[in-house]
């Protein structure tokens, strides 16, 4: 009973919101809204020549110590706002002739509507009695009144931005119109064309660039549309500018062909390195005693692909030094497009040690499936494909005999395959943390917000997110208090988590550790090119 009198009484006390610069007006009549759901009172004004005489008006400000001869006795509900003879702020909410307990809130209204954030957070409905709930109702009653209104943010913009927004428009124009031919035209038909396309990391982040950039010329209706369209096109001009100074340093440098040879260097080292590894395999890695028939045969199947990627380096040679000095125009449209570029590179050049985690990874998992499914029939179950589990199952003596046999050869081949596996996977895992860093940096860069970040280190008050109430003084003793709202920014790593969230293209969600080791024991492809199973599953649907 105790517990829900305390309920009870929380919620028959009044929130009126008082603006601050009513504190500073001479006696007048009060106008603004009443919501008793809530048990909400919002004040916007003194009842003056600047306020429309239509206003209902809800109760009285009287800076001095008078009597309350001036209530309006026909109203339920009635506010009345003074100063006592020590100077301290009082407030009174009569309720059919009656004084309830109230709490009178000051704050700056400016603080609310200038705030991208608090401006647009969800509308809750008006039965929930949260501060988050209260304060969107308060800024819903702020944004009613047209001196209150953000203006439009189109109109504001400058001369130099509008031009630069046009020249960023028209120079992603020509690669969205070749995009979208491809996604409606022969990506729509041929899943295997789409996902080859994807690919490339540098045609990945020019396609994502497009629908990024795109956003800015949508119209802005909401305040958080128009942050969202700022930092887009400040992201832009940030990308575009780093990548102009990275291809006028590299370019005046001539550094193009020092990297050229420092990579075909790097890349017949790297084959040499593979070659006597694989020579070492084939002997007694460690001392282990392996398969040498199958040691040897892999051995040799892994030296041809070398020798034919010898043949492919010598071919590259002549080439790369062009390529990457013509690589480096790219700079134009950002410095991520330079990092993508380098992020292809990088998998050109491992392209031999990807294939052979690929050879190795399924030669792996077919003889792994293949014990497994042995190891059923020698304990006499199978494999129950409608039912998707493991039922008892009865076989002739042939077939024990023939699975026994098979079960014991590929269980002593087994560590044979499973060092070779294990090498190329460590390589390959090698090179996916170049790619893992290089994705990581062109993801920040793509979704920092360098408007909103710019906004939170001059004006944080056009980024909070959050309101503080602070206690006042009072000589009132009947429960009634007096509070001074603060709006307060976030921090910078909220900030970011509240700017991500502007994006329209999320950041795809990565698998676990867990499902990442285990797809690497079953000798599951980890980060592969093309993911043939969802192209299949394309097709399906």
Not at 185 to 194: E, P
Not at 443 to 455: K, S, Y
Not at 460 to 473: A, E, G, W
């Amino acid at each position: 009973m105790k517990k829900n009198s305390n309920m009870r009484e929380h919620v028959d006390i009044w929130k009126v919101f008082v603006p601050y610069d009513i504190l500073m007006s001479p006696k007048g009549q009060l106008c603004g809204r009443l919501n008793e759901q809530l048990k909400l009172v919002y004040i916007s004004g003194i009842l003056n020549a600047s306020i429309s005489t239509n206003t209902d008006t809800i109760g009285l400000w009287d800076p001095s110590e008078t009597s309350r001869s001036d209530h309006d006795n026909r109203r339920e509900c009635f506010v009345y706002i003074k100063k006592s003879l020590t100077g301290q702020l009082e407030c009174d909410v009569i309720m059919s002739k009656c004084s309830v307990v109230c709490s009178c809130i000051i704050y700056n209204p400016e603080d609310l509507v200038k705030s991208y954030f608090i401006t647009c957070r969800d509308i809750i409905t008006e039965r929930e009695t949260s501060k988050t709930g209260i304060l969107q109702t308060v800024v819903n009653y702020i944004q009613e009144f047209p001196q209150n209104r953000k203006s439009d943010y189109k109109d504001s913009w400058s001369l130099p931005t509008l031009l630069l927004l046009r020249g960023l428009i028209w120079m992603f124009g020509l690669f969205r119109l070749v995009t979208f031919t491809l996604d409606n035209r022969i990506t729509s038909h041929y899943g295997v064309v789409r996902q080859v396309l994807d690919t490339p990391a540098l045609a990945h982040q020019l396609s994502n660039r497009c629908k990024q950039n795109a956003l800015v010329i949508q119209k802005t209706s909401t305040p958080l549309q128009h942050l969202r369209c700022m930092d887009a096109l400040s992201r832009q001009v940030v990308d575009t500018g780093l990548g102009v100074a990275m291809m006028y340093f590299l370019m005046q440098s001539n550094i193009s062909d020092t990297v050229a040879a420092s990579v075909s260097s790097w890349a017949d080292q790297t084959a040499d390195n593979l070659s006597l590894l694989l020579e070492w395999l084939m002997g007694v890695p460690a001392g282990l005693k392996l398969n040498s028939q199958l040691t040897q045969y892999l051995g040799h199947f892994f030296l041809y692909h070398i020798y034919l990627w010898k043949g492919y380096l010598y071919l590259l040679k002549p080439v790369l030094s062009g390529v990457l000095w013509y690589s480096l125009c790219v700079g134009v449209i950002g410095v991520t497009a330079q990092l993508c570029i380098l992020q292809d590179i990088v998998s050109m050049m491992t392209l031999h040690v990807y294939c052979f985690y690929v050879y190795a990874a399924r030669l792996y998992r077919l003889q792994v499936y293949t014990l497994s499914a042995l190891w059923r029939l020698f304990r006499g179950k199978k494999w129950n494909t409608l039912r998707q589990r493991v039922d008892s199952s009865s076989f002739d003596v042939d077939q024990l005999f023939v699975g026994t046999l098979l079960f014991t050869i590929l269980l002593f081949m087994l560590p044979t395959t499973v060092l070779y596996y294990t090498v190329f996977t460590l390589l390959r895992l090698l090179t996916l943390m170049v790619h893992g860093l290089l994705t990581n940096v062109v993801h920040f860069l793509n979704h920092f917000p360098v408007h909103t970040t710019c906004l939170w280190l001059i004006h944080p008050k056009s980024v909070t997110d959050n309101i503080v109430f602070n206690p006042l003084p009072s000589d009132k003793r009947n429960g009634d208090c007096i509070f001074s709202m603060q709006v307060t920014p976030p921090s910078f790593f909220k900030l970011l988590d509240l700017s991500h969230q502007l994006c329209s293209r999320k950041r795809d969600v990565t698998e676990s550790w867990g499902s990442f080791v285990s797809s690497l024991l079953k000798g599951h492809l980890v980060c592969p090119w093309i993911d043939l199973n969802g192209i299949s599953r394309d097709k399906v649907n």
